[in-house]
Each structure stands twice: as C-alpha cells, then as structure tokens.
C-alpha cells in the first residue's frame, strides 16, 4: 500500500493512503473506520486470558488464574459485542441515515460482504455525499 502525507481536516499533518479501490474511503469520510480498528479490542483481550492465565500460575499466583482468566474472556466477550453493535448500528450516512451494514428489511449482511461493501463505497449509494456535511 503506497502512502501519500497531506493536511487532515484539523490540520495535522496525517499519512492518508492514495487511493485504491479497497481503502474505505466513505468510512474514512464519515470518521467511523475505528469501528473497524476497535475489532482489536477483544481479538487483545482474548489472547491476552490465554497468555496471561499460564503465566501467573508460573509466579505462584494460583489464586488469580482463574479470576484473570474469567475475567479476560468475559471482557473479551463483552468487547467483541460492542464491536458488533458498532459495526451494524453505528456506520451510517450522516447525511441520509442510509446504513450500507445493513439489508433493506432491517437485518444484518454477513460480515464479509458487509466488509466488502464497505471498502469499495467512495460515496453514500443512496445520496452521493462523500463525507460529514
Ligand atoms: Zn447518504
């Protein structure tokens, strides 16, 4: 991915990539690509009650393992479904409310394909705005 430096819209210098047709550029536009980003969140909190639960038990800490343990995965868990309410409820077309995570009659898209429109829309399909107005 080639990288391009130009001004952000607060003024700071910001790394941008130049544009392909895979860059979620629409999301970028509407300042919700973190809801992507925040996927991290639980995907680092999973691995962290796998690698953290042996570890304690190695500095004699038995009593905690199964507290850190219970409780990473639940904060995991917890984390993983905000993410999901984010990813179908809050990526919408400020504009036109148009939610393109979303099929006409309310339900979710699969993931994937969600993901796939997503990262080819450089505009709203419903109002063509390409950003917050
Ligand atoms: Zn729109």
Redesign the pocket.
Known sequence: MRLSLRLGSSGVLRAFPVKTSKNYRWLRGIHRYWILQAEIVWLLLFIAAFALAPTLALFDAEHLVGWTFGGLLVASFLAAVIQHFFFYRAI???????NPTRHKDGTNLPRKTALKRLAEMD???????HRDV
Do not use: D, I, L
């Not at 919408?92 to 148009?98: M, N, S």
């Open positions: 919408r077309c400020p504009k036109c409310g148009y505009s709203c399909p419903s109002c063509k705005a």
